[in-house]
């Protein structure tokens, strides 16, 4: 079954590397704020599977945390583009 | 492998498959609100596709409680980022895109 899980890693990483073209030469900032929103996403999976390939359960609970803050990280950032600040004071 | 590591490949491997489109419709779509279109649904059913199969592996336990919390947390998520993105680039003035046009 662990190779399985692993193939299923390869995939994620080779989809990850086709994103990051998006992420690095996406014509405007919106692309890629969109392309970091889903490679963060990506990770997410990523996390979960290498804790199933390495038996370790702690790497569920960090992808826990980790979706929390690319959700939060998402938000602000499309918060700034759209009113130019992050919070009124 | 036994019945249930069966089940749990073929989930993971339709996961796998719309993670490849959601991937592949980033690099070739035209626009930014087609690309939003294909990432924003075809990588959140990857996504909860792939973690359903691990939770179909592991069985019942308390790992399972954790992993059906995630899928359910990038199920509200992952659209809502989608859509603020979509409505910052809305709002400050984005044109969509038009047949005929060149690609942007």
Known sequence: MIETFLAIGMVIIFTILLSLYRLVLGPGVFNQIAASNVI?????????????????????????????????????????????????A | MQGVDIIATVFMAGGAFFMITGAAGLLRFPDFYTRLHATGKCDTLGEVLIIVGCMIYQGWSFLTLKLLFL??????????????????????????????????
């Open chain 1, 40 to 88: 963060g996403t990506k990770v997410i999976v990523l996390l979960v599977v290498i804790g199933f390939i390495f038996e370790r359960p702690m790497f569920i609970d960090i992808s826990l945390l980790y979706a929390a803050l690319n959700f939060i990280a998402t938000l602000l950032m499309a918060r700034y583009l759209e009113r130019g600040e992050i919070c009124k």
């Open chain 2, 71 to 104: 899928s359910l947390f990038i199920f509200i998520v992952n659209p809502t980022g989608t859509h603020a993105i979509m409505k910052a680039a809305y709002v400050t003035g984005l044109k969509p895109w038009k047949k005929g046009e060149a690609r942007r």
